[in-house]
């Protein structure tokens, strides 16, 4: 069974930083990418990040990019979500997902299937 643990969330003020993990476990590592989506209240949800271990492709939306780093421990099977300079637009519920296509397009991640149950990310002005 497919299972991702997210954990780093909380509040933190504008300008700030916060990293964020996804603990996996129940498949091959190599054989999926990893996104990070977040949903804020009364909004779609968004695709804020990909990586695939596979082929080192990753995906950053717009609204994040230079300010957040994705990466992998392949050995924890963990991946992270660094975020800097957090701004208050960056507050939501944070979601890791995995999908069984080992690769990152460069296009907002869709289709996951599997998921975390969320991390609060809250961005204080």
């Known amino acids: 069974e497919v299972q991702l643990v997210e954990s780093g969330g909380g509040l933190v003020q504008a300008g700030g930083s916060l990293r964020l993990s996804c603990a996996t476990s129940?498949?091959?590592?190599?054989?999926?990418?990893i996104g990070w989506f977040r949903q804020a209240p009364g909004k779609e949800r968004e695709g804020v990040s990909c990586?695939?271990?596979?082929?080192?492709?990753?995906y950053y939306a717009d609204s994040v990019k230079g300010r957040f780093t994705i990466s992998s421990d392949n050995a924890k099977r963990t991946v992270y979500l660094q975020m800097n300079s957090l701004k208050p637009e960056d507050t939501a519920v944070y979601f890791c997902?995995?999908?069984?296509?080992?690769?990152?397009?460069?296009?907002?991640?869709?289709?996951?299937?599997?998921w975390g149950q969320g991390t609060q990310v809250t961005v204080s002005s």
């Open positions: 990586i695939s271990s596979r082929d080192g492709s990753t």
């Open positions: 997902a995995a999908d069984p296509i080992p690769h990152c397009p460069a296009t907002p991640p869709v289709g996951f299937a599997s």
């Open positions: 129940g498949f091959t590592f190599g054989n999926y990418a």
